[in-house]
């Protein structure tokens, strides 16, 4: 299994919306609802951000938002803001319990 | 205070074992699945080994398949992580973390620990 494709970089000013993509298979990202999101900083433990595909845990603000078209997730960071700098990581279920981790995306806040 | 520590990383040789913990507190942790996710220096993150909230089932990715154990004493609120044949591509932050629960379900991995680090090198 490989790991699910994200870009490696992708940057914003503040106030602007970015989009994160995360592209798997028929047999993860497009077989189950199961994608969720994790954001990361330096030297930190991730923070789960989004999970089935589109929910927010609470204490997640409202700008962090989750979508899925075929075998393609995508996390949208709407306003954003300094604190957002980090690096996110989508995940997959992909049956028969296992995970699939991407190889994570650097957002920089311009 | 919801709390996971891990421990046990070090520096070993390659072909060597080493062993993990990971102690919860704060948290029901008899009612969580656990898992184990590692990350390379520099690299992303890989999902490594999960079981079942009582210890019933376990299920490993394919690097590490035959060679780790995930385990646990929910009497002392410990996950551990046997490490066998070590390879020099093991080096990694382990973390654990647990799944959802019943609030944000199985298929997510919600409280995470710092990490800790194992170095396998010649």
């Known amino acids: 299994q490989s790991a699910l494709t994200q870009p490696r970089s992708v940057s914003g000013s503040p106030g602007q919306s970015v989009t994160i993509s995360c592209t798997g298979t028929?047999?993860?990202?497009?077989?189950?609802?199961?994608v969720s999101w994790y954001q990361q900083h330096p030297g930190k433990a991730p923070k789960f951000i989004i999970y089935?595909?589109?929910e927010r845990p609470s204490g997640v603000p409202d700008r962090f938002s989750g979508s899925k078209s075929g075998n393609t997730a995508s996390l949208t960071i709407s306003g954003l803001q300094a604190e957002d700098e980090a690096d996110y990581y989508c995940?997959?279920?992909?049956?028969?319990?296992?995970?699939?981790f991407g190889g994570g995306t650097t957002v920089t806040v311009l | 205070q919801v709390q996971l520590v891990e421990s046990g990383g070090g520096v070993v040789q390659p072909g060597t074992s080493l062993r993990l913990s990971c102690a919860a507190s704060?948290?029901?942790?008899?009612?969580?699945?656990m898992h184990w996710v590692r990350q390379a220096p520099g690299k992303g993150l890989e999902w490594v080994a999960v079981i079942w909230y009582d210890g019933s089932d376990q299920n490993y990715a394919n690097p590490v398949k035959g060679r780790f154990t995930i385990s646990r004493d929910n009497s002392k609120n410990t996950l551990y992580l046997q490490m066998n044949s070590l390879r020099v591509e093991d080096t990694a932050v382990y973390y654990c973390a647990t799944d959802g629960g019943s609030y944000y379900g199985v298929y997510v991995f919600e409280k995470w620990g710092q990490g800790t680090l194992v170095t396998v090198s010649s």
């Open positions: 089935d595909v589109s």
């Open positions: 704060g948290v029901p942790f008899s009612r969580y699945g």
């Open positions: 995940c997959s279920y992909a049956g028969t319990y296992t995970w699939l």
């Open positions: 028929s047999s993860d990202v497009g077989a189950y609802s199961f």
